[in-house]
């Protein structure tokens, strides 16, 4: 079973930048479909990107495509996300997710989930 740790986030302000990480062990990232969410305060959780590095693919979603960038480094199994151009609406609790099956946005589809990593960016 894996196990999934996040860590990178912090306080920005609007504009700047932040590489979140996603560090796994008890199995190996690439076999898994792999995701990022987030969850801001009096919403549900929603899908920011996955990939599935084995198939070579990946999903964005809209409101983070051009900004956002899905990673990762097999060597140290860990998965990354790089936010660039952040918005104060990108102020959340980021989650990182993996599932064996498919590639998919929904975080029902996710068996493994992390504790979470909070971003805060400012205006």
């Known amino acids: 079973q894996v196990q999934l740790v996040e860590s990178g986030g912090g306080l920005v302000q609007t504009g700047d930048s932040l590489k979140l990480s996603c560090a796994a062990s008890?199995?190996?990232?690439?076999?898994?479909?792999m995701g990022w969410f987030r969850q801001a305060p009096g919403k549900e959780r929603e899908f920011v990107a996955a990939?599935?590095?084995?198939?070579?693919?990946?999903l964005y979603a809209e409101s983070v495509k051009g900004r956002f960038t899905i990673s990762g480094d097999n060597a140290k199994n860990t998965m990354y996300l790089q936010m660039n151009s952040l918005k104060p609406e990108d102020t959340a609790v980021y989650y990182c997710?993996?599932?064996?099956?498919?590639?998919?946005?929904?975080?029902?589809?996710?068996?493994?989930w992390g504790q979470g990593t909070q971003v805060t960016v400012s205006s």
């Open positions: 997710a993996a599932n064996q099956g498919l590639l998919e946005s929904r975080p029902s589809a996710y068996n493994f």
């Open positions: 008890g199995g190996t990232l690439r076999l898994y479909a």
């Open positions: 990939t599935r590095w084995r198939a070579g693919t990946t």
